[in-house]
T-cell receptor, first 110, second 112 residues
Framework: GQQVMQIPQYQHVQEGEDFTTYCNSS?????IQWYKQRPGGHPVFLIQ?????EVKKQKRLTFQFGEAKKNSSLHITATQTTDVGTYFC??????????FGSGTKLNVKP | NAGVTQTPKFQVLKTGQSMTLQCAQD?????MSWYRQDPGMGLRLIHY???????DQGEVPNGYNVSRSTTEDFPLRLLSAAPSQTSVYFC???????????FGQGTRLTVV
């Protein structure tokens, strides 16, 4: 079946360092979405990528969708304590089903 | 707007009991879905619906039923609760699979 793998599972960084999380799918995706979940909270939508090779930026966050539409990454430049949380990718596969990655939990030390 | 409303927020069930988790949205969204979240496993799709009267199975549908009689409501039924169904359940809605999804606050379910 379809799967979306996400690495790393955990990342501890010093405030000001960069952070990257990666998603890989076993099959081609129609789109990929990224969500952030704060501890004890619910996932909150960050962005959606649709086109092959697409790159989008939101302030310190850069999102990429691979050329084959099978992988994606989220890069945060100069992390801040407000970036703490778990970041999930979610790929839209066959039959309008979303497949979430297992998430990367980011901890930022001040 | 209330967005996506899930009830209850917490629930403890005994093995074998049944219950319904409620989900309602007031954004006129066609696409609604249920996920369960377990430590280290992300969110796994249980069931989803692309519109009223239409439902389909996700990755982990066993032990759960859904129906979609209206656009607004998408209840999730646990037929006979098992300890393996202890989890946090999220309902989500969006205009379509290609648009931003809005999640409810979640239901923390414990089956003893």
């Amino acid at each position: 079946g379809q799967q979306v793998m996400q690495i790393p599972q955990y990342q501890h960084v010093q405030e000001g360092e960069d952070f990257t999380t990666y998603c890989n799918s076993s099959t081609t995706l129609s789109n990929i979405q990224w969500y952030k979940q704060r501890p004890g909270g619910h996932p909150v939508f960050l962005i959606q990528l649709v086109k092959s090779g697409e790159v989008k930026k939101q302030k310190r966050l850069t999102f990429q969708f691979g050329e084959a539409k099978k992988n994606s990454s989220l890069h945060i430049t100069a992390t801040q304590t407000t970036d703490v949380g778990t970041y999930f990718c979610a790929g839209l596969g066959d039959f309008n089903k979303f497949y979430f990655g297992s998430g990367t939990k980011l901890n930022v030390k001040p | 707007n209330a967005g996506v409303t899930q009830t209850p927020k917490f629930q403890v069930l005994k093995t074998g009991q049944s219950m319904t988790l409620q989900c309602a949205q007031d954004m006129n969204h066609e696409y609604m879905s249920w996920y369960r979240q377990d430590p280290g496993m992300g969110l796994r799709l249980i069931h989803y619906s692309v519109g009223a009267g239409i439902t389909d199975q996700g990755e982990v549908p066993n032990g759960y039923n859904v129906s979609r009689s209206t656009t607004e409501d998408f209840p999730l039924r646990l037929l006979s609760a098992a300890p393996s169904q202890t989890s946090v359940y999220f309902c989500a809605s969006s205009y379509s699979p290609n648009t931003e999804a809005f999640f409810g606050q979640g239901t923390r379910l414990t089956v003893v």
